[in-house]
């Protein structure tokens, strides 16, 4: 099982994409887009910084899976018995997956979220 979920969070690395100089100006922005719906900050406050792009994209990754999550815990839980369960281990999820994206972008890191982080790229 150990080994399950390090190979879960074991993701895409793309920080030598971006120079230490972008990382270090551009945290706090990058930060800020983990939180589901600001994913937009970055576009306004850093248009110019791949580093806070890659947090945006996440970052709307993120606020779409999160919807999705909701939607189907809000459907798992009219399942009788263990419904409630259910529900709670989709919160779960996608409270680890924004944690994730918060510790990795808080440390200067460009990893994809697991699973769902290379779905797509909105920003470039």
Known sequence: MEEFFKNLLNTQDHTDEFSPEDINKNKAVAIVA???????????????SGFAKFYANQGLILFITGI???VAGGILSHVPFVGFILQLLVGLVSLGMFVFLLVNAANGKAKELPIVGGVFTAFK
């Open 34 to 48: 983990c939180f589901w719906i600001l994913f937009f900050v970055p576009l306004v406050a850093a248009k110019d």
């Open 68 to 70: 999705i999550l909701s």
